[in-house]
């Protein structure tokens, strides 16, 4: 078959993460392009981070002595039996809805302009120790020729997309119900300032072949690179126009276009594909039936290893679903609730004020001397997934904590408080997937972001 995959360039991340290593050429690019995400997974762990059977290394049958050997003399040893190589595990951290409103604008403006460290800072520990970093984009950056504004028509500042990468993370979904608030101006001003950062991008697309790419991030890892696909859709645009002319802008979540896109990917080379939707009803705990309908169909086609779920601004449950990729069965977070925003038990729902830091698992099978070698593309599951309880201090400043990190408060959050909107979020998200309370350990280099080809 003609190769028809489109030559790709690669960004190395400009983020605050530790040097681990040198980062890796590039590899595939371009296949079907953004949609929802989900996931083979192992069985659900028991424990925060659930291990992987071992698997035993192929044995060399019959050693044996030749017919020729003289009595007495020593056998010959039999040939060494090869070695499996090692699998591949990586962490995968993704947090919910990135929603600067107003308040929070003003909780990082500075004479200069705007520095959202204060306000992201404390949860660094969690984000940089990631192999892979994902956060969701709910709003565009405001064009150039615009001041920024919050709700209901958002615009953020552009320092947003740096200030997203120093902090750790690598890339973005980008397709919400906010994608075109400014119009496909703010698409191109956001896709561009999350170029500017390094930082990759997925879910909304400046022509009719981005859309058509999955954002990629190869990791260098047992001497292997292993590629890493990310989707993501929409539900739609809360009644804004998408351009006529521009249908791709904004990628609608078509569950079977979410299929063949990430068979797709697969296909062309990836060993693992997330999806991030934007779905389901705002400040709702108990997922819709859409949302249940599009992840067992997801889980059911087998091309998914993860799916990461937005937009309800509260936490919703993590469960294991029948089905994925090798049959193992497809983890799916349907709502991480929100990562940064105005909003808590004083403004709005008291669900609001927690939301969901999800780590993953991804285990790539390692080389088989007696089989394919290497392992084949697509082998990737899954492991097992945990969930740690994040909130926003807003009389802090807006400040981003993970709320095991302050068990007795802070000075301007209570112990009650805290204990209070963990629950919540303990209640919301279930049994299936256990709490996290460290954070994960990288195990290489950061990742490689390789730029989708406008």
């Known amino acids: 078959m003609q190769d028809t995959r489109p030559t790709t360039v690669e960004h190395v991340p400009r983020h605050a993460r530790h040097q681990r290593g040198p980062a890796f050429p590039a590899v595939v690019a371009g296949v079907l392009t953004v949609l929802v995400i989900a996931g083979v997974a192992g069985a659900a762990g028991a424990s925060n981070a659930p291990g992987v059977a071992p698997v035993a290394a192929p044995t060399v049958a019959g050693a044996f002595t030749s017919a020729a050997t003289p009595a007495g003399s020593p056998a010959a040893a039999p040939p060494p039996a090869p070695t499996r190589a090692p699998d591949v595990e990586l962490s995968v951290v993704a947090a919910g809805d990135v929603l600067p409103h107003l308040p929070v604008l003003r909780s990082a403006r500075t004479r200069a302009g705007y520095d959202f460290a204060p306000v992201l800072d404390p949860l660094d520990p969690w984000v940089t120790s990631a192999d892979l970093a994902l956060c969701h984009l709910e709003v565009p950056v405001a064009p150039t020729d615009s001041a920024p504004s919050g709700f209901p028509v958002f615009g953020a500042p552009v320092e947003l997309a740096a200030g997203l990468a120093a902090r750790g993370w690598d890339g ?115 997922p819709t039936d859409a949302q249940r309908d599009v992840a067992a169909r997801l889980a059911a086609a087998g091309a998914v290893d993860l799916v990461i779920g937005h937009h309800a601004h509260v936490p919703q449950p993590v469960e294991l679903l029948p089905g994925g990729p090798s049959g193992a069965g497809m983890w799916v977070a349907y709502g991480l609730g929100n990562y940064v925003s105005n909003q808590d038990e004083q403004c709005c729902s008291p669900a609001t004020a927690a939301g969901l830091l999800l780590t993953a698992q991804v285990v790539v099978p390692g080389d088989d001397p007696s089989g394919p070698a290497p392992a084949p593309a697509g082998a990737a599951r899954v492991a097992g997934v945990q969930w740690t309880p994040i909130t926003v201090d807003r009389r802090g400043g807006h400040r981003v904590l993970a709320l095991t990190d302050v068990p007795d408060g802070t000075g301007t959050l209570p112990a009650g408080t805290v204990a209070a909107r963990h629950d919540r979020a303990r209640a919301a998200a279930g049994t299936q997937a256990p709490e996290r309370t460290t954070p994960t350990t990288a195990t290489g280099a950061a990742p490689v972001v390789v730029a989708r080809t406008p």
């Open 172 to 286: 973005c979904s980008t397709a919400s119900n906010h994608s075109v608030d400014r119009g496909f101006p703010g698409v191109v001003a956001t896709l561009d300032a999350l170029d500017a950062a390094g930082l990759g991008h997925v879910g909304t697309a400046r022509s009719a072949a981005e859309d058509a790419q999955p954002q990629l991030y190869r990791l260098e890892r047992a001497g292997r690179t292993v590629t890493v696909a990310h989707l993501a859709a929409t539900y739609g645009t809360n009644g804004m126009p998408v351009d006529a002319d521009k249908p791709w802008s904004v990628h609608l979540l078509d569950t079977e276009d979410v299929v063949a896109r990430a068979t797709a990917a697969r296909a062309a080379g990836a060993d693992a594909v997330l999806v991030s939707l934007h779905w389901g009803t705002e400040y709702r705990t108990a």
